[in-house]
């Protein structure tokens, strides 16, 4: 009982004290500033509101002149004049708040906070009080970013020889504001040392080193490859833009490919030219022409690699770099090309023209993979002939015909034979038909010609 009272006594005695010590500096600087209240380094505690104006004005304004240096992480220094971005310090309400610690409506937690104030100084948020031209300020850090932003590096995969080179990814950096308005903040209101180093923020890459070498693209799985005609520069262009989207496309375990999503709108800003291209039977210049034989080859590469085809066109004509059966067409939103990589492994899709008038294309995987060997084949089981079509044309003489010959059509089927082992399989893919292009037989115009 005794030891509890002699507890309680001491217990009353601490607080008796406390608010000894409180409400002595409360009576003392009753229209002041409760001691220990700081805005960066300038102690305003003791002081009447007007007197911390005078003294705010008398620390800063000298200092808001001065120039600051601001160096970039390869030692570049910048120096930036306060002035510049029109910095302004409200000194009306840094001198306000400071009044107002410990002056809030609970006189117990005044009296708390006071005592606490009186041990541990409280600081004052300079980021707070310290306005700028939001317009230069913007123009500043834009200015900065430029100087130290680099973009990340994904990690690359490189083809040497048939074997893969994984180089390295790297990390980016962009300025860091936040870190900077802090640092800048604090700089301002220093006697000396008035430099710090830019901040920056890392950007990582998407695509890191570790993750690129946990895909295990280690060897060359497949190939194909179709021939072009170079001396069609319109058509060349087209190909060349389609081949470079493609090339070094990873496509993961279960992933389904959309040829028009990778490749997008076929347009003048994408840089495609008008060239031959077959629409609704007929041959006509379109934007993009030409890129069904990419899409044909990358078929193409795609059953030899044993991969699910989800979606797939024919050609309504015959096309000459591709066997029968064997082209894929494709048209921006409507006619798309689709598989899905049903394997357990990354595939990397290397595309590149060769020799100046060849596609090819390779998928590399996983020393694991094992791609039995496959050959598709073409089977012609009927030929259509053209029909024949009369034409009246002006410039024909009389007694004249000017025959324009057509072209058959054909019915293909296509199989794919797979050799594992000792075992082989034969598995109907499709059957195509290509329509006939007509024979037209021009002759004089009804009126003959005048």
């Known amino acids: 009982m005794i030891k509890s009272f002699r507890i309680i006594l001491i217990v009353v005695a601490i607080v008796l004290s406390v608010c000894n010590v409180v409400v002595s500096d409360f009576l003392i600087n009753r229209n002041k500033i409760i001691k220990g209240v700081y805005f960066y380094d300038f102690h305003l505690g003791g002081k009447t509101r007007e007197q911390c104006k005078v003294f705010l004005k008398q620390k800063t304004e000298s200092l808001l002149q001065k120039p600051v240096c601001l160096i970039i992480n390869n030692n570049e220094k910048i120096t930036l004049f306060p002035r510049n971005i029109d910095i302004h310090l409200d000194i009306n309400k840094i001198t306000s708040d400071a009044y107002l610690v410990g002056r809030g409506k609970n006189k117990i937690e005044n009296i708390i906070l006071r005592y606490k104030i009186l041990r541990q100084k409280r600081y004052l948020d300079v980021i707070e009080y310290v306005k700028y031209n939001k317009k230069k300020l913007k123009q500043l850090m834009e200015f900065l970013n430029n100087k130290i932003s680099t973009a ?118 994408m840089g495609y030219q008008k060239a031959p291209a077959y629409i609704n039977k007929e041959v006509k210049m379109e934007v993009g022409g030409g890129i069904c034989q990419v899409s044909s080859t990358l078929y193409n590469l795609v059953l030899k690699t044993d991969l699910k085809v989800i979606e797939r066109t024919p050609h309504s004509r015959p096309v000459d770099y591709v066997v029968l059966g064997l082209d894929a067409t494709v048209y921006y939103d409507e006619i798309d090309f689709k598989f899905k990589n049903n394997t357990n492994h990354y595939l990397l899709l290397h595309a590149q023209i060769i020799e100046g008038q060849k596609i090819l294309m390779e998928f590399y995987g996983s020393k694991d993979m094992n791609i039995p060997e496959i050959r598709i084949v073409s089977q012609i089981v009927e030929k259509i002939p053209p029909g024949i079509k009369i034409k009246r044309k002006g410039d024909v003489e009389q007694g004249e015909i000017y025959i324009e010959k057509g072209k058959p059509g054909y019915r293909v089927r296509v199989w794919k034979i797979i050799e594992n082992k000792r075992e082989v399989e034969k598995e109907f893919l499709h059957e195509d038909v290509y329509h006939p292009v007509e024979t037209i037989v021009y002759v004089p115009s009804a009126k003959g010609n005048k």
Not at 177 to 198: A, C, D, G, W
Not at 230 to 248: A, Q, T, Y
Request: charged content about 30%.
């Open 152 to 269: 990340p590096r994904n990690a690359d995969f490189k083809i040497e020889n048939g074997n893969v080179v994984i180089v390295p990814s790297m990390e980016g950096q962009k300025l860091d504001e936040n870190k900077f308005q802090v640092l800048f903040n604090k700089t301002l209101f220093k006697e000396n040392n008035r430099k710090f180093i830019i901040p920056v923020e890392k950007i990582k890459p998407a695509l890191p080193t570790e993750t690129a070498k946990a895909m295990q693209i280690e060897k060359r799985i497949s190939s194909f490859s179709t021939a072009f005609d170079p001396d069609k520069p319109e058509r060349v262009n087209n190909i060349i833009i389609g081949v470079e989207k493609l090339n070094k496309l990873i496509i993961a375990p279960g992933e389904v490919f959309s040829f028009n999503e990778m490749l997008g709108p076929r347009s003048y800003e």
